[in-house]
């Protein structure tokens, strides 16, 4: 029986919540996050807007195969779930007992993996809580903290990792590459993309 | 009146913390632990609920606000249920890499608790051993690779057009787009069509039926893990929600024999170069290979797209 299922799917207020009208899904919320922060941010959306009408054109759709051509959308994408990982807590079992930093953790208890918390760090991540697309353009990679730290965890980590990544990340690159060409939002109401509205005029193409 | 009332509540926090630290005196076993033995910390605990006061609406929130002022790695006691919290990336690098085969178990989902399907027929929350291994090696080569990903491509697209137009339409007539519930629906219909096929909205009966099930699951599964908290409440969460327990996995297994005997089928009629597959076809072919390096069962296999199903609408990793 899972405790981190229930606490990630179900905020304690709202169990009979149901899933598919107000609960969350995780590549629909990832894909709402990315859009809000766009649409809170500007600058970040006009110039996402260009690189995609520099590398695709007007003519045509947005296609996955443009997306290693763009690293800003990347960066994008990276940056928005970095401040809200679509799955935020996810769980491990020790196995055996052993030390970790330091500490006994005795055989068979359940790890709680909070990804939030490991991505907002301020020891490593420099204003932590802003969208901050850049951090991701540097020549190195910052997915990798120094010492090879695991610092960029969205989809966990280990033998573990999400085996659903590539079906995830395809999808929200195709939608969301595709929301930005096409068209510009607007929010009404609410104060976040969760649960508000959002409306758009649409872009001569 | 109101000063009162929080008055009250100060004094009875109080008295709650005195008993704690009078029972935990008392109850202190010294000797059971070597010399030397080093928990990780543990901030200040309630009786009974233990840290359950702590949690938040939002859990990771609470967690985080846990980190920031306890330090990044916390024993906590959830009633009944004891876990570590681990916040930072150092401490999470250490079970990712130096120590991942220590923890290469995960607890139970709640859709696959003995209660609803039966022990060790997951994958997803497979403890770590043969068969783990081998439908990771599936997944990663064949199921779920950037391989297959790409042969899916054009669904994806297809989903996305949909999308689009639906809000050319409601954009042509000057409304406000309730976006969640679009998005939803794309990122479920695009899901259910790499997996199956089959549309998740819209006319398709199946998929419909596999909506209202999967959404029947996560509320009877959220109940349980409820009731898990609290050790001996579980039996009496159990006994009241039999009828449910009994019925859904019931329903589940008449649906994907359904969609799997429709699959085989097609598969039949198509023979081996059939085009156009999506993970059932892929995973059914796996499933009659004689040769395989395992054999997996139909029951696992059923169990399989029901947690790929589930996590892709809400991943479960």
């Not at chain 1, 930093?101 to 420099?126: E, L, V």
């Not at chain 2, 000063?3 to 109850?27: D, K, R, S």
């Not at chain 2, 709640?110 to 403890?127: M, Q, V």
């Not at chain 2, 042509?172 to 479920?188: G, I």
Request: proline fraction near 6%; include cysteine.
């Amino acid at each position: 029986m899972s405790i981190i299922n229930c606490l990630n799917e179900y905020p304690f207020q709202s169990f009979s919540q149901d899933l598919f009208t107000g609960g969350t899904s995780t590549t629909a919320d990832a894909v709402l996050w990315i859009l809000g922060e766009l649409v809170n941010h500007p600058a970040s959306f006009k110039k996402l807007r260009e690189e995609i009408d520099s590398v695709v054109g007007t003519e045509r759709l947005a296609d996955e195969a443009d997306i290693p051509n763009m690293p800003y959308f990347q960066a994008c994408v990276k940056e928005a779930m970095r401040l809200h990982p679509p799955v935020p807590l996810f769980d491990r079992v020790c196995r055996e007992d052993c030390k970790l930093a330091g500490h006994d953790i005795p055989k068979g208890i359940t790890m709680i993996m909070n990804a939030y918390s490991i991505m907002r760090d301020p020891k490593i991540w420099d204003n932590p809580n802003d969208f901050i697309p850049e951090r991701f353009l540097t020549e190195h990679d910052s997915t990798k903290g120094p010492q090879n730290l695991q610092i960029y965890v969205p989809f966990g980590g280990g033998r573990r990792m999400c085996p659903g990544t590539n079906m995830s990340s395809s999808l929200i690159n195709c939608s969301v590459s595709a929301m930005v060409q096409c068209f510009d939002w607007k929010v009404v109401g609410g104060d976040g993309p969760d649960g508000s509205k959002l409306t758009w005029t649409l872009k001569q193409v | 009146m109101a000063a009162m009332t929080a008055i009250q509540y100060v004094i009875a926090l109080f008295v709650l913390w005195f008993i704690t630290v009078f029972l935990q005196y008392i109850f202190k076993r010294p000797g059971k632990k070597p010399a030397g033995y080093c928990p990780p910390p543990s901030p200040p605990t309630l009786p009974l609920i233990g840290h359950l006061h702590l949690l938040t609406p939002v859990a990771y929130k609470g967690f985080h606000a846990l980190n920031n002022k306890y330090g990044p790695l916390l024993y906590l006691r959830l009633a009944t249920y004891p876990a570590v919290l681990v916040s930072s990336a150092p401490v999470a690098t250490e079970i990712f890499k130096a120590q991942d085969v220590h923890f290469a178990s995960r607890i139970k989902s709640p859709f696959e608790d003995n209660l609803l399907f039966g022990s060790s027929t997951s994958f997803f929350n497979a403890p770590y051993g043969d068969y783990w291994k081998f439908m990771k090696k599936i997944c990663m080569t064949e199921l779920l690779g950037s391989s297959q990903m790409k042969k899916l491509k054009n669904v994806r697209h297809e989903e996305v057009v949909r999308f689009l137009s639906k809000m050319l339409e409601i954009g042509q007539k000057n409304d406000v787009a309730d976006l969640s519930a679009e998005v939803l629906t794309l990122a479920n219909n695009a899901t259910c069509r790499m997996i199956m096929s089959a549309r998740c909205s819209g006319e398709d009966n199946q998929a419909d039926q596999c909506r209202g099930l999967v959404s029947e699951s996560f509320d009877l599964a959220a109940k349980l893990a409820v009731c898990n908290l609290f050790g001996p409440l579980k039996r009496i969460g159990t006994w009241y929600l039999r009828k449910k327990i009994a019925a859904v996995p019931k329903r589940y297994d008449e649906l994907f024999e359904n969609i799997l005997v429709e699959h085989e089928e097609k598969a039949k009629r198509g023979g081996p170069h059939m085009e156009n597959k999506d993970l059932m076809d892929i995973l059914l072919e796996v499933y009659h290979d004689k040769n395989a390096e395992m054999r997996i069962t139909r029951k696992q296999m059923k169990t399989f797209f029901l947690v790929i199903f589930l996590s892709s609408i809400s991943l479960l990793h």
